[in-house]
């Protein structure tokens, strides 16, 4: 397996595309996805356009669909709901399929929509996503962060630092930044990982290290990261505290089609 860490969609190879690609937009699209299916969604299908959004779901009878569409991080006028997991509960999504726009976290998965398996991930389903990884052994793997209009963010880069961390093995999370690669080093030793890894970016390494440095306050990282000061801002500190939170799901959401995520069985 070739595991590499992306920071925003913009960093990503335009003349390639991965076996398998993971979306991650911490604060918080990928978080509300993961639970919108985890409370009983029938689908989620996502739009970087909220008016193709409105012109799609209107096409769906009122009863089975909710709108849920965000930009800088408030909720937009006309949609049912904005971009918070605490809205996703069973009473409200059941049976129902969610058409969502998000700020970052729509676009990246329209970035690598085209992968041969696109997946989400964000903290609270972290488990489920290595768990898949480990079991299917796709041969490369990009994790892309979501970011903020196209710049770095921090709850992205932590949570693909403990996807890798998870995935790579914890017993071996003293890994040095410059250990050698099998697959560019020929007289190098195996790497001593848990998962056949054979190359990895530089990236990988640095979200491993900010994941190691912030594991025990993931919730103080958010705090400081500037998104998680926006949504501070905009009253949505219970959303920071929801999204920090490592393992709670044991959901997987999975492109089925282009757009369309439905939960992995």
């Not at 726009?101 to 389903?125: E, M, P, Y």
């Amino acid at each position: 397996m070739k595991l590499f860490v992306y920071h925003t969609p913009e960093q990503t190879p335009t003349d390639s595309v991965p076996d398998c690609a993971i979306a991650v937009d911490v604060l918080r699209a990928t978080t509300t996805m993961a639970t919108a299916l985890d409370a009983g969604a029938e689908a989620v299908q996502v739009f970087s356009d909220i008016d193709l959004l409105m012109q799609v779901s209107a096409e769906w009878p009122p009863e089975k669909r909710l709108r849920a569409g965000e930009r800088g991080g408030a909720k937009v006028e006309d949609c049912d709901l904005g971009n918070s997991p605490l809205d996703c509960t069973p009473a409200v999504v059941q049976g129902r399929r969610l058409f969502i726009s998000t700020t970052n976290g729509t676009r990246a998965l329209q970035r690598i929509q085209k992968a041969k398996v696109v997946l989400t991930a964000a903290l609270i389903n972290r488990q489920a996503l290595v768990q898949y990884l480990m079991t299917h052994q796709p041969e490369t793997v990009w994790i892309v962060g979501s970011g903020w209009q196209g710049s770095y963010s921090l709850e992205d880069t932590v949570c693909a630092g403990a996807i890798a961390q998870n995935l790579l093995g914890a017993k071996h999370s003293g890994l040095g930044l410059l250990s050698p690669l099998s697959s560019s080093c020929p007289n190098a030793s195996p790497l001593p990982w848990s998962a056949p890894i054979s190359e990895v970016n530089d990236e990988v390494h640095a979200a491993i290290a900010l994941y190691r440095q912030w594991q025990e306050q993931l919730l103080e990282l958010m705090q400081q990261a500037s998104h998680g000061k926006r949504l501070i801002g905009l009253n949505c500190y219970e959303d920071l505290k929801y999204c920090a939170q490592l393992d709670i799901l044991n959901v997987l959401p999975i492109q089925r089609e282009p757009g369309v995520l439905v939960k992995h069985q």
